[in-house]
């Protein structure tokens, strides 16, 4: 299987492939939408401008690719704070204060993601490998759900029981 990624060198921005889009399902919110995003990531793209902490996150399922380092810490915030379900794709750099704060405590998975992600360019040509192994986290069951039955190769880790 191979996965197709998308990334501006030499910028924070990392935009996310068509194909993961359509295999992880629709969602409402993508509070961290690049300005020139050209494929859809959610019903509501959020750019900068907006400012995707700002905005009203209630009864939605999120898309969360936010910036990354430091940056992504009140995203991430939120999101384990978010009662709506949601995916975010991250590095998998499970030893950041992020991961330990926002993601093992409140997540219901994670599917790490198989070898590096290749991205490309927005041009669509390809890019630079990715320097670090990348991961999905589901926020809700039905997002861990969907992450057990969406064919992305990896290894996928249950870290709530999904049996209510």
Same mark, same amino acid.
């Given at each position: 299987? &191979?996965?197709?990624?998308?990334?501006?060198?030499?910028?924070?921005?990392?935009?996310?492939?068509?194909?993961?889009?359509?295999?992880?399902?629709?969602?409402?919110?993508?509070?961290?939408?690049?300005?020139?995003?050209?494929?859809?990531?959610?019903?509501?793209?959020?750019?900068?401008?907006?400012?995707?902490?700002?905005?009203?996150?209630?009864?939605?399922?999120?898309?969360?690719?936010?910036?990354?380092?430091?940056?992504?810490?009140?995203?991430?915030?939120?999101?384990?704070?978010?009662?709506?379900?949601?995916? $975010?794709?991250?590095?998998?750099?499970?030893?950041? &204060? $992020?991961?330990?704060?926002?993601?093992?405590?409140?997540?219901?998975?994670?599917?790490?993601?198989?070898?590096?992600?290749?991205?490309?360019?927005?041009?669509?040509?390809?890019?630079?490998?990715?320097?670090?192994?990348?991961?999905?986290?589901?926020?809700?069951?039905?997002?861990?759900?969907?992450?057990?039955?969406?064919?992305?190769?990896?290894?996928?880790?249950?870290?709530?029981?999904?049996?209510?």
């Amino acid at each position: 299987m &191979k996965k197709i990624f998308i990334a501006d060198s030499g910028e924070k921005t990392w935009l996310t492939p068509p194909g993961l889009m359509k295999k992880l399902g629709i969602f409402d919110l993508d509070p961290c939408c690049p300005d020139e995003m050209p494929w859809p990531t959610a019903s509501d793209m959020v750019t900068k401008d907006r400012d995707g902490l700002s905005v009203d996150w209630s009864g939605k399922r999120v898309w969360l690719n936010p910036p990354y380092g430091r940056e992504s810490y009140p995203f991430l915030r939120r999101m384990a704070k978010h009662s709506g379900g949601g995916i $975010a794709f991250l590095f998998a750099r499970t030893d950041t &204060k $992020a991961w330990q704060k926002y993601i093992f405590p409140a997540a219901y998975g994670i599917l790490f993601i198989s070898g590096r992600v290749n991205f490309y360019q927005k041009d669509g040509s390809i890019g630079k490998r990715s320097p670090a192994p990348s991961a999905l986290v589901a926020y809700s069951a039905q997002d861990f759900f969907r992450l057990s039955v969406c064919g992305i190769e990896g290894t996928l880790v249950c870290l709530k029981s999904v049996l209510r």
